[in-house]
């Protein structure tokens, strides 16, 4: 054959043999194969057979696998438990390992009030006090006198009245001093003071001993300071003990003595 290209044109390119229908056909080239998504690769955990919002804490089936998810009572957690591999242990909740801070007065506030320095000092000496008109009504009962016997009368006799009603006169004292120094904690910004209303048990047991060490107790905590108003209540409390001990022994003696002398006088009679 004889070629028909004129002379000087340029030779025909030739079609690649990739192009070509023959290349066409071969094996067409592969895809990267697509990631799988998570929700393709972890289990999806199910909700539990209560509604979310009242199903109680615990370990939930997660769908489509063995596996069980903690429900912590509002929410899914990232806790998964496989028993093949794993042992169930549930979580600690937010609320349990998140540390609270204790509550805490403000810098350089000092918990020592006039009214608290008055409990401490004031009730013990009222109860040293309450020995001087209860030894003399003693006195006047041994020596028969009429008038140690008028508060079961008229009660019209100041020492009798007073020696009936010394212990109400201390308990309300001791009240109405917590109250005062319950509302000078609270003004100077102590958060949450012992409150004054446990000074009610000196009703029970005669003295303020469950205001005076609560109150230093949960003053100490919320300021670093303030036991000095305890040791001078104990330190008191101790002497006024000793008085009324000594007293309890002056009138079971003095009533021994009368006892006496009344068996002398039945034995003179007879």
């Not at 690769?41 to 063995?66: Q, R």
């Not at 496989?82 to 998140?98: E, H, I, N, Q």
């Not at 001093?177 to 102590?190: F, M, N, P, T, V």
Request: proline fraction near 10%.
């Amino acid at each position: 054959m004889t070629d028909d290209t004129p002379k000087g044109a340029p030779a025909a390119r030739r079609t690649p043999a990739a192009n070509t229908p023959a290349a066409s056909k071969a094996a067409p080239a592969k895809r990267p194969a697509a990631k799988k998504t998570v929700a393709e690769v972890a289990p999806v955990a199910t909700a539990p057979a209560t509604p979310a919002a009242s199903a109680p804490a615990g370990w939930y089936p997660v769908a489509d696998s063995e596996q069980k998810r903690w429900w912590d009572g509002t929410r899914w957690t990232d806790h998964i438990y496989d028993p093949a591999t794993a042992t169930p242990v549930a979580p600690a909740s937010p609320a349990a390992t998140t540390p609270v801070a204790p509550l805490r007065a403000p810098e350089g506030v000092k918990p020592g009030t006039v009214w608290f320095w008055l409990l401490a000092v004031g009730a013990p000496v009222l109860q040293l006090l309450e020995l001087i008109p209860a030894s003399i009504w003693v006195n006047q009962v041994v020596a028969g006198d009429p008038s140690a016997n008028s508060v079961a009368g008229s009660g019209l006799d100041p020492l009798s009245l007073v020696t009936f009603l010394s212990g109400w006169i201390i308990a309300a004292f001791c009240i109405v001093i917590a109250l005062l120094d319950w509302r000078e904690l609270r003004a100077r910004g102590i958060p949450k003071p012992f409150h004054w209303a446990w000074s009610f048990f000196v009703i029970v047991i005669g003295w303020p001993v469950v205001y005076v060490i609560g109150r230093t107790v949960v003053a100490k905590r919320r300021t670093g300071s303030g036991m000095a108003p305890l040791w001078v209540f104990v330190g008191l409390q101790v002497v006024a003990f000793i008085a009324v001990a000594i007293f309890v022994v002056f009138v079971v003696v003095e009533f021994l003595t009368l006892f006496s002398n009344g068996l002398a006088a039945v034995g003179d009679i007879m």
